[in-house]
T-cell receptor
Framework: SQQGEEDPQALSIQEGENATMNCSYKTSINNLQWYRQNSGRGLVHLILIRSNEREKHSGRLRVTLDTSKKSSSLLITASRAADTASYFCAVQRGTSYGKLTFGQGTILTVHP | GAGVSQSPRYKVAKRGQDVALRCDPISGHVSLFWYQQALGQGPEFLTYFQNEAQLDKSGLPSDRFFAERPEGSVSTLKIQRTQQEDSAVYLC???????????????FGPGTRLTVL
């Protein structure tokens, strides 16, 4: 069973705009990760935020984590057509050998 | 260096056939995971190996699914008597260290798309 709920399920924007995706989860976690998946490159790790962190940046990506609300958001700034992909959040719990529990994903389309 | 590779990339099986899916992890990676991804869904955990030991197989959907990693490197996921509901993409991932409570990045292979007719 999948733990994460993501919204929106699909997002369509113009190049240059920002894209925000949200993820909620149900149980306590060790960390939360965001992945991107497209047909060309498979599933690629983007960024990891630990449970004791609130915000993290990597290039054009900004991730926030609110453990009290069990939610996270991924912001992609100045989007490009190449950002078109499905984006998944995934949680790792401390006692699960590191297995990832994924959400259902957000399909992002960036129009040139 | 080379990433995680999987073969075959595509597999079509008739219902009732047995299939074997191969995963070559990144050399030296201790941890290996198998996930199943149905169309339009996120990946779901199947099983975990630390070297050759299968430490978690809680996600395997039935006893028709069997995985092994006999020498702690290459892994094979075998599905016996395939059913239509087994149609999915099967993803393999590896990470460098044992991940009990850790935060190692998992590197995913391209997956094997299995279609059961």
């Amino acid at each position: 069973s999948q733990q994460g709920e993501e919204d929106p399920q699909a997002l369509s924007i113009q190049e240059g705009e920002n894209a925000t995706m949200n993820c909620s989860y149900k149980t306590s976690i060790n960390n939360l990760q965001w992945y991107r998946q497209n047909s060309g490159r498979g599933l690629v790790h983007l960024i990891l935020i630990r449970s004791n962190e609130r915000e993290k940046h990597s290039g054009r990506l900004r991730v926030t984590l609110d453990t009290s609300k069990k939610s996270s958001s991924l912001l992609i700034t100045a989007s490009r057509a190449a950002d078109t992909a499905s984006y998944f959040c995934a949680v790792q719990r401390g006692t699960s050998y590191g297995k990832l529990t994924f959400g259902q994903g957000t399909i992002l389309t960036v129009h040139p | 260096g080379a990433g995680v590779s999987q073969s075959p990339r595509y597999k079509v099986a008739k219902r009732g056939q047995d299939v074997a899916l191969r995963c070559d992890p990144i050399s030296g990676h201790v941890s290996l995971f198998w996930y199943q991804q149905a169309l339009g869904q996120g990946p779901e955990f199947l099983t975990y190996f630390q070297n050759e030991a299968q430490l978690d197989k809680s996600g395997l959907p039935s006893d028709r699914f069997f995985a092994e990693r006999p020498e702690g490197s290459v892994s094979t996921l075998k599905i016996q008597r395939t059913q239509q509901e087994d149609s999915a993409v099967y993803l393999c991932a590896s990470s460098e260290k044992r991940t009990s409570g850790g935060t190692d990045t998992q590197y995913f292979g391209p997956g094997t798309r299995l279609t059961v007719l």
